[in-house]
Structure formats: C-alpha cells, structure tokens
DNA sequence: TAGATTGTTAATCGATTAACAATC
DNA sequence: TAGATTGTTAATCGATTAACAATC
C-alpha cells in the first residue's frame, strides 16, 4: 500500500494532539533501549518502563502503521528509525533564535537539537554588546538584518526568547516573512492563519501549575 | 459554606489535569484586563478573546466555586485575585536552580517569577567559573553545600538545568534531604514516591512536535 | 421589570482501556 | 506446534460542549 513519507496514508483522518505530543517520549525511550542495545521490546515491557498502558502504545503506534510482529513485538533500531522519520528528524530544520540572552544561547548550546537534525544558523538581537559574538559558532546578528538573512536562507523555525513586549512584533515581521513555524518563550499568544504553526513553551504557566499542586495538596 | 485556601471544599473530588493547565492562562489573561483597567468581564467575552468556548471557562471556574454574578459577568480583579490564590501565588515559593548554565540563569533572570511569589535563593553547580558569581544579586553556591543549604532554609522548588547526565543523581539527593517539587529541565523521568510532585519541560519534546507538524502538513 | 449571564445538569464527543481473533 | 504478542474492534471512561433554569 502506498503510504506517504509520515508513514500515515493520504486521506486517512488526523492524528489527535493527544497522540503527537507522546511520540517524542516514545522515541526518547527507544534512542535510550537502542543504546543499551536492546534488539526487541513488546507493547508490555515498554509500558512498564514509560509508566503508560500496553494497549496506549499499539494504538499510538498503529496510527502511522503496523510496526511490529505477533509474538515478538517490536525491532527496536526498526521502530527508532520509523519514529524519527515520523517527527521529521531525518530532515534538516535550520532555526533562528530571537533574543540571544540567557534563554535564547541556551537553546543554541543545546547538545538535543544538533543531534536530531535542528540546526541553529543565527542569533538575533539589538544588545550592541551581544551583536558579534558566536554561540557555540553561530553568530549573533543585529536585528536590522533579520529580513536579508531570511530571505537568503531556508527557515523551518523561529524560536522566539525575547522580552514580552517585543516578541508580537517581531513574530508579525516573521510570519510576514513566511517562516511557517514558531517556537514561542515569551508569555504570549498569537493569532495567525493556522498555516502557522505555533508551538509555545510557556514557563511562568509551568511553574505555576506546580505551585498549585503543591499548596492544594492534602486538601 | 466553609472553603479551604484554594477555593474548594475538602471531601471534593481532585480537579482534572486539564484543568489545572489551563488555571495559569486564566490568570494571565485576567492579568492583562486588570492592567487595561477593564473591570468586568463575561465569560463569553473571555472566551473570544482566549479561543476557548464559554461554557468551558466557566466549568473550570465552578471546580473552584462560583466567583461571578448572573446578568453582570466577573469582576477581574476579584477573579485575579482568587485565582491567584487558587494557584498559591500568595504564598512564598522558594526556588534553588541546580545548574547555573544558560538555562540555568534564564530561570534566575525572568522577570516574571518573583512578582508572583517565586523568590530564586541560590544556584548551584559544579563549575569553578560559575561558583562565586552571583545572578540578579542571587549567589552561585559550589553544589557540594547543597545539603547544608536545603537544610538551612525552606526549599519549596528544585529546578533542575544540568544535563542528563547528572540529573537522576541529584534529583535522588534533593529528594532524601525532603525536596517535595522538581522542576525538571533534563530529557529524563523521575520515579519518586508521589508525594515527589515534579513538573517536566522536555524542550526536545516540544521541538519535535512542531518538527512532526511541519512535515506533515497537506498529506 | 427585562435582559443578561451565571452555575449546573444533560448530551455529546473523544480518548483510553479492555478484549480477543489473527498470526508470527 | 504452543506460546506470545500484535493489530483492531468494542467497551468504558472522562472531558468538552450545549442547554436552560435560576437570578442578578
């Protein structure tokens, strides 16, 4: 049956944001077996090691296709390999980042993203003082520069780690751009076409969901 | 009818996940109306505004108790403040970030932590370079006097930015000096007793789902 | 009062879990 | 072959949405 690069056949429904967000974990936990070299794992054993049912993970699983074999499970490398073609990770995502402060040098330093096909090519920033400098060899890049720089190269993402008030705009200035993709830190929502993808990572909201489950605790 | 601190009544059934996800946005957009001096508002005016449907707003709301008036709406601060409450931002949280690397100081550095009740009261690590410095006025402790600092002061959170590598060992060490809420930064699960609460941001997760969307649109 | 909007019950929808025939 | 485990359908559970009486 012809199937397309996702593994998932043209026409066939959407997958849930349920299942999307697990399939990073899943590919985590068989990068961590395939290290160990584990050859084969069952539906069963790998529920036991993720903390989630046996019957979750075939379900996940068989909405990109039947990757395992009755009566032995899973191959391991096999499945990695399939997952990662799933997320796209056998593609290259070249990403510009934003706001080069703490937040932004952190994700460039990240040892995760090189490893899985993102590619940082350049910092933004309007700090004189940080305009020049290189993190971990990519520069950092005046701003002003940013329509230039889009134009002459391929964005698959912007990760957006600058101060409130200044991420709307420079979100507008992107999307206008045509980066389709946005990974957002600052402590705002966007509203654009659902062409464009938003993902955000919103910490004050993380944290604060763990101070409730503190002081609510033993009520 | 008597009420606990977070607004619920004891013997009531826990609040859903889903619910207390959303609490933090809540807040933030309630936030927002204070500070444009808006004073009273619908749920279904809210509801335009956060993309989300009106009768959810308000049975999220209701788990906590009825904050508004028929025929009138809610009066945001009021609500502001109660859902502050709810969330324990009237309360003290003492933070220490193990890991005083990028990521590290990005936490130490936000703006927003301190003016709802995160207070940063120390980082540490194992960097000769970084011991001794000092982020936003708060000192970057050698990690070798963790135990003595957590025993001398109130711990409400441990934030977790070093590497995987060595984060399952000191998440261990936080927990037996009586850590009860991690905040986790590194590509790893903790298997703690579940009076451990840890909260998990997996930013190799969440790049890889925006990845999986991008390459799977328009199939 | 009339209109607006809540709080809450009922209906619907979607996600998770259970079960099991198919089959390696 | 016998045992194990998948892929998939059916059952259950939980979350979201709709509806509306209560009431400001």
Redesign the pocket.
């Known amino acids: 049956m012809a199937e397309n690069s996702t593994g998932r056949q043209a026409g066939e429904k959407a997958i ?4 999307i967000k ?1 399939l990073p974990r899943y590919y985590r936990y068989l990068g961590d077996l395939l290290k160990n070299n584990v050859v084969r ?6 529920s036991q090691r993720m903390n ?11 909405n990109f ?10 191959n391991v490398e096999h499945l990695y390999n399939e997952m990662g073609k799933i997320l796209g990770l056998d593609k290259t995502n070249n990403i510009i980042i934003l706001g080069a402060g703490n937040l932004g040098q952190a994700l460039a330093n990240n040892q995760d993203f090189d490893s899985n096909g993102f590619h940082i090519i350049g910092l933004f920033d309007v700090n004189p003082k940080l305009i020049g400098m290189t993190v971990k060899g990519v520069e950092v890049y005046d701003i002003d520069i940013l329509e230039d720089f889009v134009k002459e190269h391929d964005v698959a993402i912007a990760a957006l780690t600058l101060p409130k008030s200044k991420a709307p705009k420079v979100a507008e200035q992107l999307v206008s751009l045509g980066v389709k993709a946005l990974w957002n830190f600052a402590p705002v929502d966007f509203d654009f076409p659902e062409d464009v993808l938003v993902e955000n990572v919103h910490l004050s909201e993380s944290i604060m969901t763990l101070s409730y489950r503190i002081h609510s605790q033993n009520e």
């Open positions: 849930s944001s349920a299942v697990r794992i069952s539906s069963k054993q790998l989630v049912t046996a019957s979750q993970i075939r379900q996940d699983l068989n296709g039947g990757f395992g074999q009755q009566g032995y499970g899973y």
